[in-house]
C-alpha cells in the first residue's frame, strides 16, 4: 500500500475567509489540536523503522525520544537511525546534545514541544519514537495539562515476544561487536568519570570499564576473559532494560489508561530476508499506517472548529471519505463509486491510491472476469476502458460481485 505524498496536506483542514462578527465568542474547546503520532515499545522492536514506514506514507518528520540518543556520540553502542536509514526524513532531538550534561525530562517537554510546533507549522505531522517511555509520560501527563490541551494523540506500541526479542539483543550486541563497538567506547572511558550522567549512562559503557582500566596490565588470556564478561553484562543490562520498557508500557496502558495500539512484530523476527520484510509489512507497517489514518480522519471528522486565528474551517468533505477509503477500505464499492470528484475536481490528487486500490479489485475479480484490462493512458475521467474482445470493466466486474448490496471491499473476494 504507497499512499500519495499530498496526503498529509489534508492533516489540516483548509480555511476559508468567512471569520465570526465582531463581539462574537469563541468556545476554546472548539480550537482545532493539532495531530501526534507516538512510537513506542521495547529496545530492539524495530521503532525506528516504524516511524521511517510511517514517513513514506504521510509527509512527516521525526522526533526522538530515547534518552540516551538524544547525546552526541556513540552512534553505535546506542544503536542510533542512520543517515542513510533515516532515508531523508528530518529527525530532530537525535544527537544533538552535549553529552557531558544531563537531558532531563523537562528539557525533553521543552525541547519536543518546540519542534512539534516547528513540524505542524510546516503541516507535517510529528512522529515522536523512542524506548524511554518516562520522556514521553513527561510530554503528555505533564501537570499543567498543556499537551492534551493542545494536541491529539495516537499511540503505537511495536512488541515482540521476550524469549524471541532476548535471543535478538544477543545477536546486536555481538554484531555491535563485530563493527568496532569498543573502539567506539575506548574515548568515553574516564577513571574518574561519572555513570550517572549524560552519555555515560548509556549500555555499554559502565560495562567496559573494567575491561578498560586493566586491559594494559593482564595477560591476553585475562583480556579476553573481561571482554567476554562486559559483552554478557552488557546483553543482560539490555535484557532488563526490554523488560522494564515492556511494565512501563503495560502501566501506561493499563493504570494511566492510555489509548496504545499494540502490534506483535514477533513473527517478523522468527523469519529471515525478503520473507521478514514482507512480514513486517503485513503486519507491522501497513496495519500502523491504517491506524494513523483513521486517527487523522477522525481528528478532522470530529466537528466544524475554529483556530486560534479565529478563522472558520471548512467541514468534512467527500475527498476526505475517499481519502479513508484509499488508506482503510472503510466504505463499500459502492459507495467508492458514488463519492464522485468533488465539485471542482478536487479529489483528482487522489488518483494514483485510487488506481491502486482498483488494481486491488482486478486482482479479485481475476479469476470470475479474466479479460478484464487496464486503460492504457491516464484521462481526467480516470475511467476503465473495456476490454476490446468482451466489453469488460472493473466498475462491471464488481458490479457482478456486489450486485446483492453494498458489499465491502475486504469481504468481497469471498463472492468469487
Same mark, same amino acid.
Given at each position: 500500500?504507497?499512499?500519495?505524498?499530498?496526503?498529509?496536506?489534508?492533516?489540516?483542514?483548509?480555511?476559508?475567509?468567512?471569520?465570526?462578527?465582531?463581539?462574537?465568542?469563541?468556545?476554546?474547546?472548539?480550537?482545532?489540536?493539532?495531530?501526534?503520532?507516538?512510537?513506542?515499545?521495547?529496545?530492539?522492536?524495530?521503532?525506528?523503522?516504524?516511524?521511517?514506514?510511517?514517513?513514506?506514507?504521510?509527509?512527516?518528520?521525526?522526533?526522538?525520544?530515547?534518552?540516551?540518543?538524544?547525546?552526541?556520540?556513540?552512534?553505535?553502542?546506542?544503536?542510533?537511525?542512520?543517515?542513510?536509514?533515516?532515508?531523508?526524513?528530518?529527525?530532530?532531538?537525535?544527537?544533538?546534545?552535549?553529552?557531558?550534561?544531563?537531558?532531563?525530562?523537562?528539557?525533553?517537554?521543552?525541547?519536543?514541544?518546540s519542534a512539534i510546533d516547528s513540524i505542524t507549522g510546516r503541516e507535517h505531522l510529528p512522529i515522536i519514537v523512542g524506548g524511554s517511555n518516562s520522556y514521553l509520560e513527561a510530554l503528555v501527563d505533564d501537570d499543567d495539562y498543556?499537551?492534551?490541551?493542545?494536541?491529539?494523540?495516537?499511540?503505537?506500541?511495536?512488541?515482540?515476544?521476550?524469549?524471541?526479542?532476548?535471543?535478538?539483543?544477543?545477536?546486536?550486541?555481538?554484531?555491535?561487536?563485530?563493527?568496532?563497538?569498543?573502539?567506539?567506547?575506548?574515548?568515553?572511558?574516564?577513571?574518574?568519570?561519572?555513570?550517572?550522567?549524560?552519555?555515560?549512562?548509556?549500555?555499554?559503557?559502565?560495562?567496559?570499564?573494567?575491561?578498560?582500566?586493566?586491559?594494559?596490565?593482564?595477560?591476553?588470556?585475562?583480556?579476553?576473559?573481561?571482554?567476554?564478561?562486559?559483552?554478557?553484562?552488557?546483553?543482560?543490562?539490555?535484557?532488563?532494560?526490554?523488560?522494564?520498557?515492556?511494565?512501563?508500557?503495560?502501566?501506561?496502558?493499563?493504570?494511566?489508561?492510555?489509548?496504545?495500539?499494540?502490534?506483535?512484530?514477533?513473527p517478523v523476527f522468527e523469519k529471515h530476508g525478503k520473507e521478514a520484510d514482507e512480514t513486517w509489512k503485513k503486519i507491522v507497517a501497513e496495519p500502523s499506517a491504517m491506524i494513523v489514518a483513521q486517527f487523522l480522519y477522525n481528528?478532522?471528522?470530529?466537528?466544524?472548529?475554529?483556530?486560534?486565528?479565529?478563522?472558520?474551517?471548512?467541514?468534512?468533505?467527500?475527498?476526505? %471519505?475517499?481519502?479513508?477509503? @484509499? $488508506?482503510?477500505?472503510? *466504505? !463499500?464499492?459502492? =459507495?467508492?463509486? +458514488?463519492?464522485? &470528484?468533488?465539485?471542482?475536481?478536487?479529489?483528482?490528487?487522489?488518483?494514483?491510491?485510487?488506481?491502486?486500490?482498483?488494481?486491488?479489485? %482486478?486482482?479479485?475479480?481475476? @479469476? $470470475?472476469?479474466?479479460? *478484464? !484490462?487496464?486503460? =492504457?493512458?491516464? +484521462?481526467?475521467? &480516470?475511467?476503465?476502458?473495456?476490454?476490446?474482445?468482451?466489453?469488460?470493466?472493473?466498475?462491471?466486474?464488481?458490479?457482478?460481485?456486489?450486485?446483492?448490496?453494498?458489499?465491502? $471491499?475486504?469481504?468481497?473476494?469471498?463472492?468469487?
Open positions: 500500500m504507497t499512499i500519495s505524498m499530498s496526503m498529509c496536506r489534508l492533516i489540516r483542514q483548509p480555511l476559508i475567509s468567512n471569520v465570526p462578527c465582531s463581539g462574537q465568542k469563541l468556545n476554546m474547546r472548539q480550537i482545532q489540536k493539532e495531530n501526534v503520532v507516538l512510537v513506542m515499545g521495547s529496545t530492539g522492536t524495530g521503532k525506528s523503522k516504524l516511524s521511517i514506514d510511517l514517513a513514506n506514507y504521510f509527509p512527516s518528520e521525526i522526533i526522538n525520544s530515547d534518552k540516551i540518543q538524544i547525546y552526541e556520540g556513540l552512534d553505535l553502542v546506542t544503536n542510533k537511525i542512520t543517515k542513510e536509514e533515516q532515508k531523508g526524513i528530518p529527525h530532530h532531538l537525535l544527537g544533538t546534545h552535549n553529552p557531558n550534561i544531563e537531558f532531563t525530562s523537562n528539557d525533553f517537554r521543552e525541547k519536543s514541544t498543556n499537551f492534551r490541551s493542545r494536541y491529539n494523540f495516537c499511540c503505537l506500541w511495536v512488541d515482540v515476544s521476550m524469549p524471541i526479542l532476548h535471543s535478538y539483543i544477543d545477536q546486536r550486541v555481538d554484531q555491535m561487536f563485530n563493527s568496532g563497538m569498543v573502539n567506539e567506547l575506548r574515548p568515553f572511558y574516564n577513571p574518574n568519570g561519572d555513570y550517572s550522567k549524560g552519555i555515560r549512562k548509556a549500555i555499554g559503557v559502565p560495562e567496559f570499564d573494567e575491561y578498560f582500566r586493566k586491559e594494559s596490565f593482564v595477560d591476553d588470556e585475562t583480556n579476553k576473559m573481561l571482554l567476554e564478561k562486559a559483552l554478557s553484562e552488557m546483553k543482560m543490562n539490555t535484557w532488563k532494560l526490554a523488560r522494564k520498557q515492556l511494565g512501563k508500557i503495560n502501566w501506561l496502558k493499563n493504570v494511566k489508561r492510555w489509548n496504545i495500539h499494540r502490534l506483535d512484530a514477533t481528528s478532522r471528522n470530529s466537528a466544524n472548529v475554529v483556530n486560534s486565528s479565529s478563522n472558520l474551517r471548512v467541514p468534512i468533505s467527500q475527498t476526505d %471519505l475517499m481519502a479513508a477509503a @484509499t $488508506l482503510n477500505k472503510s *466504505v !463499500s464499492v459502492a =459507495d467508492m463509486f +458514488s463519492l464522485g &470528484w468533488g465539485v471542482a475536481g478536487e479529489a483528482w490528487e487522489w488518483r494514483r491510491p485510487l488506481r491502486a486500490w482498483e488494481e486491488e479489485m %482486478l486482482g479479485e475479480c481475476q @479469476t $470470475l472476469l479474466l479479460t *478484464v !484490462s487496464l486503460q =492504457d493512458h491516464y +484521462s481526467d475521467s &480516470w475511467q476503465w476502458q473495456p476490454d476490446l474482445v468482451d466489453g469488460y470493466t472493473v466498475r462491471g466486474a464488481y458490479q457482478l460481485l456486489t450486485e446483492q448490496g453494498t458489499v465491502p $471491499l475486504d469481504e468481497a473476494a469471498g463472492l468469487i
